[in-house]
T-cell receptor, first 107, second 116 residues
Framework: KNEVEQSPQNLTAQEGEFITINCSYSVGISALHWLQQHPGGGIVSLFMLSSGKKKHGRLIATINIQEKHSSLHITASHPRDSAVYICAAYNTDKLIFGTGTRLQVFP | DGGITQSPKYLFRKEGQNVTLSCEQNLNHDAMYWYRQDPGQGLRLIYYSQIVNDFQKGDIAEGYSVSREKKESFPLTVTSAQKNPTAFYLC???????????????FGPGTRLTVT
């Protein structure tokens, strides 16, 4: 079992839908990182959080330390949101990555 | 613009040849990292460096080598000893190293290496 698990692995949505991607981890962490990887391969940092909730535009990330769970929400999804979303947990001295959730948003 | 550059974007080599992947950053970050990404797997750490002239092995260092002679540069050499070198390689940097607290990592665009 991976130390960082994401669900679902694949997700399709119609433009405008509300999207939720989940991340669960089994190790102690000091923070969690949400990343976005576009088809070309480059990775962009979306959020880094250690408690509560963060919002940036249409993106919202939440984390529940007691339940070892984080969610990434996308409101009013758009085709340009199509990408792979990766969560990564900061554990002691390294990042442990999930395998990613592939999101496709259709017009 | 500050950022991380990796070159080339695509690289093809014959089996048995060493190949060096470039990573440069102008963010004035102390720490730099090399990751490998394979289909269906999370990123895995190859090597990291927290300061110039110092680096540590990550989880999958066998068959790879690095150097950190300048703060801005952290090249990765994939040697002929690496059994399955074909992969997507990502370089990242952060203000401080992992042992110095939590620092957001910034990623380069990646190099896709194909060895035949």
């Amino acid at each position: 079992k991976n130390e960082v698990e994401q669900s679902p692995q694949n997700l399709t949505a119609q433009e405008g839908e509300f999207i939720t991607i989940n991340c669960s981890y089994s190790v102690g962490i000091s923070a969690l990182h949400w990343l976005q990887q576009h088809p070309g391969g480059g990775i962009v940092s979306l959020f880094m959080l250690s408690s509560g909730k963060k919002k940036h535009g249409r993106l919202i990330a939440t984390i529940n330390i007691q339940e070892k769970h984080s969610s990434l929400h996308i409101t009013a999804s758009h085709p340009r949101d199509s990408a792979v979303y990766i969560c990564a947990a900061y554990n002691t001295d390294k990042l442990i990555f999930g395998t990613g959730t592939r999101l496709q948003v259709f017009p | 613009d500050g950022g991380i550059t990796q070159s080339p974007k695509y690289l093809f080599r014959k089996e048995g040849q060493n190949v060096t992947l470039s990573c440069e950053q102008n963010l004035n970050h102390d720490a730099m990292y090399w990751y490998r990404q394979d289909p269906g797997q999370g990123l895995r750490l190859i090597y990291y460096s927290q300061i110039v002239n110092d680096f540590q092995k990550g989880d999958i260092a066998e068959g790879y080598s690095v150097s950190r002679e300048k703060k801005e540069s952290f090249p990765l050499t994939v040697t002929s000893a690496q059994k399955n070198p074909t992969a997507f390689y990502l370089c990242a940097s952060s203000m401080g190293g992992m042992r110095q607290g939590v620092h957001e990592q910034y990623f380069g665009p990646g190099t896709r290496l194909t060895v035949t």
